[in-house]
């Protein structure tokens, strides 16, 4: 069975860092992309961002552009997301995602809390 | 980036009744890699649809998806209690994935 499992989160003064992890099982990590996607208290589902299965080509939402950094170990099965200058709006359930042709799999989440 | 945008943005029913949600994307959804998800408070998404007609895992029948190209619809036939919940709809066929604006789905 697909397993993603979150870990990293937690709270965090703003202007800090914080580095998420994920890690898979369950499949051919090196053959699919992966995502970043999280959903702010309230609000809906929004991708952060996403990296190719090679690590070459990668995405970010406008509203981490240079903050965030994208990254992946395949010969580990881990995805990482390096979440730098962070500020309250980044507050969330961060979620690891893989998409895999028709399949779509998502971690559980972990939470990330920005505050002073 | 494809907008997906979801209708209505909140749906009043009773248990028992059918209910029918729409999401429509800015262009074609690429070989129908669509999904729906039930969020309730609290709780992560759970994957209803994925392939826009192919429940998941554990998803009781009166679940249905269907639609293809730009248009997109799930189908709850006969509402249960533990329905009543947020809506999401995504399509994950072309990069960046992007999500609808949710449907809530709220007692009436």
């Known amino acids: 069975d697909v397993q993603l499992v979150e870990s990293g989160g937690g709270l965090v003064q703003p202007g800090r860092s914080l580095r998420l992890s994920c890690s898979a099982s369950g499949f051919t990590f090196s053959n699919y992309a992966m995502h970043w996607v999280r959903q702010a208290p309230g609000k809906g589902l929004e991708l952060v961002s996403c990296?190719?299965?090679?690590?070459?080509?990668?995405y970010y939402a406008d509203s981490v552009k240079g903050r965030f950094a994208i990254s992946r170990d395949n010969s580990n099965n881990a995805l990482y997301l390096q979440m730098n200058s962070l500020t309250p709006e980044d507050t969330a359930v961060y979620y690891c995602?893989?998409?895999?042709?028709?399949?779509?799999?998502w971690g559980q989440g972990t939470r990330v809390s920005v505050s002073s | 980036e494809i907008v997906l945008t979801q209708s209505p943005g909140t749906l009043s029913l009773s248990p028992g009744e059918r209910a029918t949600l729409s999401c429509r994307a800015s262009?074609?959804?690429?070989?129908?890699?669509f999904a729906w998800y039930q969020q309730k408070p609290g709780q992560a998404p759970r994957l209803l649809i994925y392939g826009a007609s192919n429940r998941a895992t554990g998803i009781p029948d009166r679940f249905s998806g269907s639609g293809s190209g730009a248009d997109f619809s799930l189908t709850i036939s006969r509402l249960e209690p533990e329905d009543f919940a947020v809506y999401y709809c995504q399509q994950y066929g072309t990069s960046p994935l992007t999500f609808g604006g949710g449907t809530k789905v709220e007692i009436k």
């Open positions: 262009q074609s959804v690429y070989s129908n890699y």
């Open positions: 995602v893989n998409t895999a042709y028709i399949l779509i799999y």
């Open positions: 990296i190719s299965n090679n690590g070459d080509s990668t």
